[in-house]
């Protein structure tokens, strides 16, 4: 049976069987629980922004332009906070991974869904308690909360600091769930080769999610209580050691860069086999490169800190593991492009953010094998070079493949289709406005120009601009997909339930699912993404 003969609005699905907004503040629904962690993400996404398009307005000039230096301090580390912790973390894993993960299984639901409501509902309350220490006061210790400065500022840090533990419960009830749900509810006949990819890195990512996240909440606590009792764990005035700090944040903190990227790599990889109608070529590789990611990942942490005072042998060991990655990283890529090679490339928005992806990726990447070089990053180290580095590697690359993920599974999450001009005008205005955006950080950084610093010299001015202009660009392209969006959920064509011609797993249930996914029991009668097979996947 074809899925784009028929309609794709059943009787009942997940948006219908129940309208009240108690059925969704209660649901146990993993649909509903994605959609609303999504919501919530989006609207860190929008806060984060505007942080960032106040602090490149100030950067125009090299003098004071519209805010204070203080408030330039909170400026950027509320901008850091709420990236990193409320939306790039949770963006893919918690909203996408919790909406098709189990459909892609084959599952009714995940293994703990009580505990999926309440992971949604902590994660909210460590975002309000967030929030509520930056309406108080704000924070000036950058997202990184670095020691000494972080025990003794005179700022609110102390609730974003519990936000931000808090949060990290809601980060390890999600990976416990994501890992049983893999072990126990899969269908019959999917074997461990049979996993979906975008699976695979969710269950990578879930690892590091349940064995990093600890340290990072025992080292808030920790930074906690030497705020309020004076407790001196990394006060030297005391006996403590501030790099104690650094060692413990970075062993978290760098595995967490994976968390943000893995699930991102697994979006890529199903949105180039969608639409290059090509079997995925080396799926193995792929699978194995995924935890090959993780495992390094928690090793390289002390590139971070080459200019801390750590031995030059232990600077070596940490460059030659963070080199590691880009090998794993080198393996996806390469398979990802020979997927493309020989297909039948189908030119859609989501894999336009696949294309604007692997160049952000890979561009971040051979910047991120520079910096592991001790010699060089002596001279990059808390430089502008910095900022943009990580910004092409977490946030370009993060963004486009939430985006890709956005427009991939939209029509399944929502039964609604899109306008596909103006969703590639905003595809095209993001990808350049990005490059525009920190392609000039690069520059500045070589140039000498310290991160976080107020002013800088006149001859700088030029590349501060460029950069504001780029800024400006994907405020304008953010702006447009909240528009059509917003638009579509209303006013957009109903889609078929399966309008890319996917054979992905999820593909097997209606576009919106039913309430418990399938409506009979899923036969994966064969291999995921198999494009050998004339006909698309059978709606159960």
Known sequence: MNP????????????????TVLSWLLTRDHKRIGVMFLVGVILSLLLGGIFAMVIRIELLTPGPTVISPMTYNRMFTLHGVVMVWLFMIPAIPSAFGNFVLPIMLGAKDVAFPRLNLASFY???????????????????????????????????????????????????????????????????????????????TIYGTSVIQVVATPVLGMVLLLVFIERVLGSGIFDPSRGGDPVLFQHMFWFYSHPAVYIMVLPAMGVISEVVCAFSRKNIFGYKMIAASTFGISFVG?????????VSGQSTFGSGVFGVLSMLVAIFTAIKIFNWVATMYGGSIDLRVPLLYVLGFIFLLMFGGMTGVAVATTSLDVHWHDTYFIVAHFHYIMVGAVLMAFLA????????????????????????TIIFGFIVTFLPQFLLGNMGMPRRYYEYPQEMQWLHVLSTAGASLLAFG????????????????????????????????????????????????????????PEAPRVY
């Not at 950058?142 to 000494?148: D, E, L, M």
């Open 4 to 19: 784009s003969a028929e309609s794709s609005q059943p009787g009942i699905t997940y948006l219908n069987h129940e309208t």
């Open 298 to 306: 928690f090793f390289s942490w002390g590139h971070h800190m080459f």
């Open 122 to 200: 902590i994660y909210l309350a460590g975002a309000l308690l967030t929030v509520f220490g930056m309406l108080w006061s704000g924070a000036d210790t950058g997202w990184t909360f670095y020691t000494p400065y972080s025990t003794t500022s005179p700022t609110a840090l102390t609730p974003i600091l519990l936000g931000v533990f808090i949060i990290g419960f809601s980060t390890i009830i999600t990976g416990l769930n994501f890992i049983t749900t893999v072990h126990t509810l899969r269908a019959p006949g999917m074997h461990w080769t049979r996993i979906p990819l975008f699976v695979w």
């Open 478 to 533: 953010f702006t447009l997909i909240a528009v059509y969006l917003l638009w579509s959920l209303r006013y957009g064509p109903v889609s078929t339930p399966n309008p890319w011609g996917s054979r992905g797993y999820e593909w097997f249930s209606g576009s919106p699912p039913a309430p418990h996914n399938f409506t009979r029991a899923p036969s994966f009668e064969r291999e995921v993404h198999d494009y050998t097979v």
């Open 405 to 428: 993920a956005l427009h991939y599974w939209w029509p399944k999450m929502f039964g609604r289709t899109y306008p596909e001009r103006w969703s590639f005008l905003a595809a095209i």
